[in-house]
């Protein structure tokens, strides 16, 4: 499984963003696809999850992200979203997509077998 991020740049907090990941998975719809972050200097972080129907129908986020950011997918164009509002310079990260055997609950990356190469997100005033 091949994952393609894209969307990341540079905003100003209270500005939005949407993030795109491509894959190129025959069974898609069955993975459970997640979106991790990496500020410099800190340990990857969980941001939000989507299950598949392997996995459960479910979402998961982070609290800090809680009724700001939205995940999405599309199975027919296999991608998966983040759509991210009212951005705050805390948001700055490298954004990762991810895929896994796994259920919507599981926030450990560990769990995510296949990753994106990942997108730069600056929110800056």
């Known amino acids: 499984v091949q994952l393609q991020a894209s969307g990341g740049g540079s905003v100003q907090p209270g500005e939005s963003l949407r993030l795109s990941c491509a894959a190129n998975?025959?069974?898609?719809?069955?993975?459970?696809l997640a979106w991790f972050r990496q500020a410099p200097g800190k340990e990857r972080e969980f941001v939000a999850t989507?299950?598949?129907?392997?996995?459960?129908?479910?979402?998961d986020y982070v609290e800090s992200v809680k009724d700001r950011f939205t995940i999405s997918r599309d199975n027919v164009k296999r991608s998966v979203f983040l759509e991210m509002s009212a951005l705050k310079p805390e948001d700055t990260a490298v954004y990762y997509c991810?895929?896994?055997?796994?259920?919507?609950?599981?926030?450990?990356?560990?769990?995510?077998?296949?990753w994106g190469q990942g997108t730069q997100v600056t929110v800056s005033s």
């Open positions: 991810a895929a896994g055997w796994t259920r919507w609950t599981q926030r450990d990356h560990r769990d995510y077998a296949y």
């Open positions: 998975a025959d069974s898609f719809s069955r993975y459970t």
């Open positions: 989507i299950g598949g129907t392997w996995g459960g129908v479910g979402f």
